[in-house]
């Protein structure tokens, strides 16, 4: 179903989310590693989460980010397709959809 990702790195998560995904590679021309995509409460409280953030919605992922190029064209294809929530670890990206919250923001974790 989608170009770019099999289906147990997106399990769970937000059709629209994981297509913007799909449109971002493309555009990246880098493969994007999902290391976190969508997670009960226990688990998003086991990695430091409120047990009630986006993962838990599967409205949100975190992208594994080994380098400053890849961190630049994954950067550039997320805003590109137009997610409008993205924070930034030195070794993952996250990116969600969950327009409830605050939106086009940008932050460093």
């Keep these: 179903m989608y170009k ?10 937000n059709h ?4 913007m995904l799909d449109q971002a590679v493309d555009i990246a021309q880098i493969p994007f590693i999902v290391t976190s995509g969508k997670r009960t409460p226990e688990e998003d409280i086991a990695v430091g989460g409120s047990g009630t ?3 838990t919605k599967g409205l949100a992922v975190d992208l594994r980010c080994r380098t400053s ?3 630049f064209l994954m950067l550039k294809s997320l805003f590109a397709v137009g997610f409008p929530r993205i924070g930034i670890k030195r070794d993952h990206i996250h990116a969600d959809i969950d327009v409830s919250r ?3 923001v940008f932050w460093l974790e």
């Design 69 to 71: 190029r890849e961190r």
């Design 4 to 13: 770019n990702f099999v289906e147990k790195e997106i399990i769970g998560l």
């Design 16 to 19: 629209n989310l994981v297509k």
């Design 102 to 104: 605050d939106v086009n």
């Design 53 to 55: 953030g986006t993962h």
